[in-house]
């Protein structure tokens, strides 16, 4: 892991990828700060935000969250933030088969330019809402077995998996040797 000080301690670069309106930035305000705020302002470029998790076995692991922009006039800036990144976490929006599309683009640039042993997670958020849902559980859940993700889905809206989302990352991170 790229930054991880010891075995104890674990600190990681981690990016979110996705489409412009998936939910990137609230995922992390939800986790982060544990609000969600509907009125929520777009990103641009990209912003930061870092945040500890305490595992049971008593390492901790600091996660410096890299939240970019989706729009199209920014792609050209991702590869500054997913480099050296120790995790990637692409969102689609189950409530847009489009969002879905995009991510699979991300997952592909990912596999071609990313770091070879990066922790890859696909996230289908948005699932409270049910009534909208365009993209099954079963297509996420079987895009990201094919392509060895990580797979949940989440609400940043009703706080559902986003804890759960992070603890399965730090689970799924490579030790350094002590
Ligand atoms: P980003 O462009 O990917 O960072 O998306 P934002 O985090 O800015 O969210 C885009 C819009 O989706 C905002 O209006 C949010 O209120 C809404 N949103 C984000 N997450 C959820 C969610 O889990 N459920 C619902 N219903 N809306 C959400
Ligand atoms: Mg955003």
Same mark, same amino acid.
């Given at each position: 892991?790229?930054?991880?000080?010891? &075995?104890?301690?674990?600190? !990681?670069?981690?990016?979110?990828?996705?489409? #412009?309106?998936?939910?990137?930035?609230?995922? /992390?305000?939800r986790f982060v700060r544990g609000q969600f705020d509907p009125t929520s302002k777009v990103t641009i470029g990209a912003s930061?935000?870092?945040?500890?998790?305490?595992?049971?076995?008593?390492?901790?692991?600091?996660?410096?969250?890299?939240?970019?922009?989706?729009?199209?006039?920014?792609?050209?800036?991702?590869?500054?933030?997913?480099?050296?990144? &120790?995790?990637?976490?692409? !969102?689609?929006?189950?409530?847009?088969?489009? #969002?879905?599309?995009?991510?699979?683009?991300? /997952?592909?640039?990912?596999?071609?330019?990313?770091?070879?042993?990066?922790?890859?997670?696909?996230?289908?958020?948005?699932?409270?809402?049910?009534?909208?849902?365009?993209?099954?559980?079963?297509d996420g859940m079987e895009y990201a077995e094919k392509n060895g993700m990580f797979f949940i889905e989440t609400s940043a809206?009703?706080?559902?998996?986003?804890?759960?989302?992070?603890?399965?990352?730090?689970?799924?991170?490579?030790?350094?040797?002590?």
């Amino acid at each position: 892991v790229s930054g991880s000080n010891d &075995a104890k301690n674990l600190r !990681v670069k981690l990016v979110l990828l996705g489409d #412009s309106g998936v939910g990137k930035s609230c995922i /992390v305000l939800r986790f982060v700060r544990g609000q969600f705020d509907p009125t929520s302002k777009v990103t641009i470029g990209a912003s930061f935000l870092s945040q500890t998790i305490a595992l049971q076995d008593s390492t901790t692991v600091k996660f410096e969250i890299w939240d970019t922009a989706g729009q199209e006039r920014y792609a050209a800036l991702a590869p500054l933030y997913y480099r050296g990144a &120790a995790v990637a976490v692409v !969102v689609y929006d189950i409530t847009s088969s489009e #969002s879905f599309d995009k991510a699979q683009y991300w /997952v592909k640039e990912l596999q071609k330019h990313g770091s070879p042993n990066m922790v890859m997670t696909l996230v289908g958020n948005k699932a409270d809402l049910l009534e909208k849902r365009e993209v099954s559980v079963e297509d996420g859940m079987e895009y990201a077995e094919k392509n060895g993700m990580f797979f949940i889905e989440t609400s940043a809206k009703t706080a559902d998996n986003i804890n759960q989302l992070f603890e399965e990352i730090a689970k799924r991170l490579p030790r350094p040797t002590p």
